[in-house]
């Protein structure tokens, strides 16, 4: 059995929300209080939800799209304080400890 091309997100939310506003139109046109108006408002609410995720889905799909941060150029290296290890890390609770690192790569000796 043969699959039936995607189609593009965009696509879907005009379709749904075509359809939505069909009905929604329809509904308000014919007044129906009956079965049949109640499965058309039903439609019309699935035709809305579908719209709104098809408009999220496009969304996301040209956010994976478009282009990251550039990359930094050859000569550039992490800005970060150099040499900062685990055992460093951990003794970043105690302020005494944070100065002391603070003014070591300052370059300050201390006092």
Do not use: M
């Given at each position: 059995m043969?699959?039936?091309p995607r189609l593009d997100a965009r696509v879907v939310a005009m379709v749904a929300l075509l359809a939505a506003v069909w009905l929604?139109?329809?509904l308000?046109?014919?007044?129906?209080?009956d079965l049949l108006g109640v499965a058309m408002a039903l439609l019309c609410v699935l035709c809305g939800i579908v719209a709104g995720v098809a408009v999220a889905a496009a969304r996301?799909?040209?956010a994976e799209i478009a282009p990251q941060d550039p990359e930094p150029a050859a000569?550039?290296?992490?800005?970060?304080?150099?040499g900062?290890?685990?055992d460093t890390?951990?003794?970043l609770g105690d302020r005494e400890a944070v100065?002391?690192?603070?003014?070591?790569?300052r370059g300050n000796d201390g006092g």
């Open positions: 043969r699959r039936f929604l139109a329809s308000l046109a014919g007044r129906r209080q996301q799909r040209d000569g550039t290296t992490f800005a970060g304080p150099p900062i290890e685990a890390l951990e003794t100065r002391a690192l603070r003014d070591r790569y």
